[in-house]
Structures are given as structure tokens and as C-alpha cells.
């Protein structure tokens, strides 16, 4: 298998829109190389704790509400190219995302991290829920097996919080400005939401390499 790291936050719509566009491809490819993992990348590393009203943050990011709509206009329709409704109209916080990323780690171990980040997109582009609270992440750990009892329990103290911002750190360090990204094999880098066609023929050449190292 090729390890494939992806960095990723959940309230990032084109983070939503590159998972739907890789998603496809995987499918498409049936016998795919992949062995995903994913990785924190804080859009928002500042956001208060408890989020902020979602019109003032875009507002306040775009510089006002024409300059909101500009920036989402492109999102909305790759959105639909991908298959994907995205309910802006629903969502009324911005978040901090430091705990979603603590779950989706959590999750690793557990070798759930891909529905956890699914269900992360689906609760805040879909139904518009708050995923900085504790409650909405309790309910997306219990949906996909995970212990309710224990995900609560560590949501209340700050076990592996140090670590998600020191990951979120190194990966700036590094060069990451933006996200997704996705590292092939710890070698190359794809930026953006890219298409599935792109993504079909990236594992078409590495299956290929991979039958003629056989």
C-alpha cells in the first residue's frame, strides 16, 4: 500500500468538495493503493473556543457581505460538479476545530478516521450542526462505533490537544498554507480539491508501478 496523508479541516468546504472528488475516483478505480490517513490543519487556529456568528466571521474575512459571496460563489459550484449540496443557510456558528481534530485523531486508532471525517462534513455543510460542541462530537463518535462513554470523558480534559496544534504547526512550517493537500508516499504533494479524472490517473500509474516492481 502507498500512504496517502491528506490535511484537512472539517469546516473546510473544499476540503468537503476534494474527499467527494477522491472519493469518486477510489470508487471508479475499485482496486485502489491507498492507506489513508488524515492530518489537523486549523483554518482558524485563533477562533475563540466557543466559535463566532458565521455571517461576521465570513464578513469580517471577505470584507463584507459582497466579498463573501464572491469567495463562494467558485465553492458552490464545484460543489455541484461533485455531487455535493452544501447548505450554507444552515450553518449559524464557525467553529473552533481543535476538538473535531482531537476525534478525528482519536479515531485513527481505532482505524476509523475516514467515516468520522465524513460524518464531520455531513454535520456541518449538511445539517448545519455545530461541530466545536462536545455534544455533536459524542454523537458523530457513537455513529461510527466508536465509545461514546470514553470520547466524552476525554473531550472534557485536554488529552492530545498540545499534540494536534504541534502537528497543525509543523505542517505550516513545512510550506502548508492552505487545505487539502494530499502527500503521496511522503513524496508528492497534490494541492486543492482536484478533479477526479486527475485522481483516476494518479492511481493508474502507481498501480502500474507497483505490477512492474512485482
Not at 488524515?38 to 477562533?47: A, C, R, T, V, Y
Not at 454535520?123 to 465509545?147: H, K, P, Q
Not at 490537544?161 to 498554507?177: F, K, L, N, P, Y
Amino acid at each position: 500500500m502507498i500512504k496517502l496523508d491528506i490535511l484537512s479541516d472539517p469546516i473546510c468546504p473544499w476540503c468537503y468538495i476534494g474527499k467527494a472528488n477522491l472519493d469518486r475516483a477510489l470508487e471508479a478505480a475499485g482496486d485502489h493503493p491507498f492507506a489513508i490517513e488524515w492530518h489537523p490543519f486549523q483554518l482558524n487556529p485563533d477562533m475563540p473556543a466557543g466559535g463566532m456568528d458565521r455571517r461576521e466571521y465570513l464578513e469580517t474575512k471577505f470584507g463584507g457581505k459582497e466579498g463573501a459571496v464572491r469567495a463562494y460563489a467558485p465553492v458552490v459550484e464545484h460543489a455541484e460538479k461533485a455531487g455535493l449540496t452544501i447548505n450554507f443557510d444552515a450553518i449559524q456558528t464557525t467553529p473552533n476545530t481543535l476538538n473535531a481534530h482531537r476525534l478525528i485523531h482519536w479515531a485513527g486508532i481505532e482505524q476509523r478516521q475516514t467515516p468520522v471525517v465524513a460524518a464531520l462534513f455531513k454535520a456541518y455543510f449538511v445539517e448545519g450542526r455545530d461541530i466545536g460542541d462536545n455534544a455533536t462530537l459524542i454523537e458523530i463518535a457513537d455513529s461510527v462505533g466508536m465509545d461514546a462513554d470514553v470520547v466524552s470523558e476525554l473531550l472534557k480534559g485536554n488529552a492530545d490537544a498540545e499534540d494536534i496544534r504541534a502537528r497543525d504547526a509543523h505542517s505550516r512550517q513545512r510550506g502548508v498554507t492552505g487545505v487539502p493537500a494530499f502527500v503521496i508516499a511522503n513524496q508528492h504533494v497534490l494541492s486543492g480539491a482536484q478533479p477526479p479524472e486527475l485522481w483516476g490517473n494518479v492511481i493508474e500509474d502507481i498501480n502500474n508501478q507497483l505490477k512492474d516492481q512485482e
